[in-house]
T-cell receptor
């Protein structure tokens, strides 16, 4: 079946521009996570949704970052007034349930954001 | 303190040989899960294997096995019969607690290069 998809795969923005990154999780998956991966590092957690509810946004680095999942499926990560330090790969992951210690997160291919 | 430590920035292995990628973790939670992901140059994080803290036996998935030593807090990944397609970044990750809505914490990764 179809995996997690993300678009665009690559995004170049001028400093100060707003960007929107889209994630299509695996159909029926309840949980959705966003991670940020800086060059040469492991991914770091940004925010978590259970269906349409954003239950954890503790990892969002500033109030310029905003995420939504209005109908409990597709999610959008928006970054306002982009800065050079926002340059990274943004990964989306989904998992079937919101409970269960064996629940595996499946990742999309990521969006590589470059801010000039 | 780092929750996940991967001490090998890079590893080389001859094709068809076995290789061990090291991972140590730090948690005071008695319930946790350990994951390994592979990230090829395309960027997608591919789930490889999972080990729960209460699992009595080491996890295995095809050519992948996890050498889980709970007292030492280590969860090393063993890849048997390496193939050229195994060349990639490998990340160890941990989820604390037994809830599927807890985000993963990743190590910095190990770059594996398989030599013909």
């Amino acid at each position: 079946g179809a995996g997690v998809s993300q678009s665009p795969r690559y995004k170049v923005a001028k400093r100060g521009q707003d960007v929107a990154l889209r994630c299509d999780p695996i159909s029926g998956h309840v949980s959705l996570f966003w991670y940020q991966q800086a060059l040469g590092q492991g991914p770091e957690f940004l925010t978590y949704f259970q269906n349409e509810a954003q239950l954890d946004k503790s990892g969002l680095p500033s109030d310029r970052f905003f995420a939504e999942r209005p109908e409990g499926s597709v999610s959008t990560l928006k970054i306002q007034r982009t800065q050079q330090e926002d340059s990274a790969v943004y990964l989306c992951a989904s998992s079937l349930r919101s409970f269960g210690d064996t629940d595996t997160q499946y990742f999309g291919p990521g969006t590589r954001l470059t801010v000039l | 303190a780092q929750k996940i430590t991967q001490t090998q920035p890079g590893m080389f292995v001859q094709e068809k040989e076995a290789v061990t990628l090291d991972c140590t973790y730090d948690t005071s939670d008695p319930s946790y899960g350990l994951f390994w992901y592979k990230q090829p140059s395309s960027g997608e994080m591919i789930f490889l294997i999972y080990q729960g803290s209460y699992d009595q036996q080491n996890a295995t998935e095809g050519r992948y096995s996890l050498n889980f030593q709970k007292a030492r807090k280590s969860a090393n990944l063993v890849i048997s019969a390496s193939q050229l397609g195994d060349s990639a970044m490998y990340f160890c990750a941990m989820r604390e607690g037994n809830s599927g809505n807890t985000p993963l914490v990743f190590g910095k990764g190990t770059r594996l290069s398989v030599i013909a």
